[in-house]
């Protein structure tokens, strides 16, 4: 590809000075990259023009790009887990570690899933979705539209560090609905921070900085990115448990930091001894009720926070005699990551054998040495009269995960477009192969509870395995999670074996979700993912912008048995045509009839 004559840092055309330094943005060619990275002026995939590295963290590296085709900015994100592989310097290729193959392809598994699942709810206006998925280099890409804006960060800096209640009420409702949504798919976010939401210049406002779970959680695999004073408690060991609730602790630190101009104490040094003061008493303009909410928000003990952004917006705007920390863990719309040492899963205790058992024992023990002597006086006979058979070669059982690989991508035709299988290549320039018996592959199981079972079944890392799903209504586990599994996490396996397990279909009482500012179609879509049949009505006010809910059947912050199909009634405002004259009595009989002909328009959804 010839030279597009473009800056590396911004991608604009290049305007340097005599020293090579953009005037746009100050980018300076002359100093060296990262070896570990791509080189600015990569291609990737015949089409995607690389630039500068942006960032980098333990999950991967996102770089400015330039689209060849479409003729427009891009960010590049490859996955790129720096404890498990390496780049030298001048090549294209990931070099993973051999003892790390397992770990690597798993986690960029998951990596893809989460950037597919994204990739279908590229409708929402307020997240960057990924527009293209591929896999090259031994690894996989994501692409995503370049969005022009700012940081919250930087926002606060242009405005004295803080923001009115009046301006915060305004601008964070997107945020709060696109995160309901991102719940609802069965996403957690983890690192809400001023640095992953952006602000364009009309004051479009966008949720950004998705990652997979290992790399928001300490003590993994990865080096993991912890945003401080906005991580929840439980992001700080990886055998508790994390769900909607951890993003209600980060979206509240967020609303402290934007509303105080402080941020709050780190989650370890607040269980340490915790100090945390109040917002309304850092600036008294903060309504006691919205900083009574926050503080709630802010519970250590993720069982006794808030549990969802319904929950936290119906309280914030709607609702302040429900302003207390929680007594019990009872609400449906959560998303639960179990912990990795889970009590129905520790053997069970041994019981005292007796006497008669021993001796059963001692019996059989005598037999078989009894029957090993004789063989091995056999074998001692054949060799002393000159016998040349030899015992054929003991392979050793191992164990070992197929490393054969298929991730999918989210293009913007379509999600479920095939991505090429990676051959993933070691520093030894060798592929990991499982050892087996002469006759069978050894597996060793993991642990699936918690794991999103499309995710599972897709993987060729379970190619060996034949699932039988049940599926069952659960309070506790999101929808699409596996909650229970026949074989227990470290035995050992053959190709072939059955397991069963069974997957949530979610609550079966679903809570009904804000919609105080939220249009039909973002609100539509918060029903659909949960799995709430609903119907629409048009309702006629000019109280309520077109377009936007009026109300609903139920009050949020109310159940619906999903399980036994109950129907919400969604009311979706209609303004009324404004009129310079008073109609005639003939004028009143034609709208009437006509209000009466096209009536209200009902739609049902499985």
């Not at 994390?242 to 941020?263: E, K």
């Amino acid at each position: 590809m010839t030279d597009l004559n473009l800056c590396l840092g911004c991608m604009n055309p290049k305007n340097t000075d005599e020293n090579g330094v953009c005037l746009t943005c100050g980018h300076d060619e002359n100093i060296p990259h990262l070896p570990s990275y791509l080189a600015p002026g990569t291609v990737l995939n015949d089409r995607y023009y690389i630039g500068k590295l942006r960032s980098y963290n333990g999950e991967s590296a996102e770089y400015i790009g330039y689209d060849t085709i479409t003729q427009t900015k891009v960010i590049v994100k490859e996955y790129m887990p720096d404890t498990m592989c390496t780049r030298e310097k001048g090549s294209t290729v990931v070099e993973v570690d051999p003892n790390r193959i397992a770990q690597y392809k798993t986690l960029m598994s998951e990596f893809v899933e989460l950037n597919k699942v994204l990739s279908k709810m590229r409708t929402l206006n307020h997240i960057i979705a990924a527009v293209d998925m591929f896999g090259d280099n031994n690894t996989g890409y994501v692409i995503f539209n370049y969005f022009e804006g700012i940081t919250l960060s930087e926002h606060l800096k242009n405005n004295a560090g803080t923001l009115e209640w009046d301006e915060v009420k305004k601008m964070f409702p997107p945020i709060f609905t696109t995160l309901s949504l991102v719940h609802n798919a069965g996403l957690v976010h983890r690192g809400i921070s001023p640095d992953n939401i952006l602000i364009g210049e009309n004051g479009e406002i966008k949720l950004t900085g998705f990652a997979i779970s290992d790399e928001r959680t300490a003590n993994t695999d990865l080096a993991p990115e912890i945003y401080s004073g906005y991580a929840a408690p439980e992001q700080y060991n990886s055998s508790n448990w994390q769900g909607t609730w951890t993003d209600v602790y980060g979206i509240c630190a967020l609303l402290y930091r934007v509303l105080t101009g402080v941020v709050p104490d780190d989650a370890v040094s607040r269980i340490a001894n915790d100090n945390l003061v109040e917002p309304v008493q850092l600036n008294d303009s903060i309504p006691k009720n919205v900083s009574k909410v926050i503080m709630n928000g802010l519970t250590l003990n993720g069982e006794m926070r808030i549990q969802t952004i319904t929950e936290l917006v119906t309280q914030l705007f709607e609702q302040p005699e429900y302003n207390s920390v929680r007594l019990s863990s009872s609400s449906t719309q959560t998303i639960t990551i179990p912990k990795q040492t889970d009590e129905r899963r520790r053997a069970p205790a041994k019981k005292k054998k007796s006497v008669s058992r021993h001796i059963i024992f001692i019996l059989v023990m005598a037999v078989i040495l009894g029957f090993g002597l004789f063989g091995l006086m056999i074998m001692l006979f054949d060799m002393e009269n000159g016998s040349t058979d030899t015992p054929s070669d003991l392979n050793g059982i191992s164990t070992s995960v197929s490393d054969s690989s298929s991730v999918t991508d989210g293009t913007t035709e379509g999600a479920e477009t095939e991505i090429p299988a990676l051959t993933v290549l070691t520093r030894n320039d060798r592929t990991e192969k499982p050892e087996t018996t002469q006759n069978q592959t050894i597996y060793v199981m993991n642990d699936l509870i918690g794991k999103n079972f499309e995710i599972i079944q897709k993987s060729d890392t379970y190619s060996s395995l034949v699932f039988n799903p049940i599926y069952e209504y659960n309070d506790t586990v999101a929808k699409g999670l596996i909650f229970e599994q026949s074989i227990p996490k470290d035995e050992n396996y053959s190709e072939g074996t059955e397991i069963t397990v069974k997957v949530s279909l979610g609550a079966k009482y679903v809570t009904i979700p804000e919609y105080v500012g939220v249009e039909r179609k973002d609100y539509i879509q918060m029903l659909n993912e949960a799995g709430v049949k609903y119907e629409e009505q048009e309702m006629e006010t000019s109280d309520v912008k077109e377009g936007y809910i009026v109300k609903t059947s139920k009050e949020p912050g109310e159940k619906i048995d999903v399980e036994l199909g109950e129907v919400l009634t969604v009311y979706v405002a209609k303004n009324p045509p404004e009129t310079t004259t008073e109609p005639t009595e003939t004028t009143r009989d034609i709208i009437d009839e006509d209000i009466d002909v096209a009536d209200i328009i009902i739609t049902f959804y499985e």
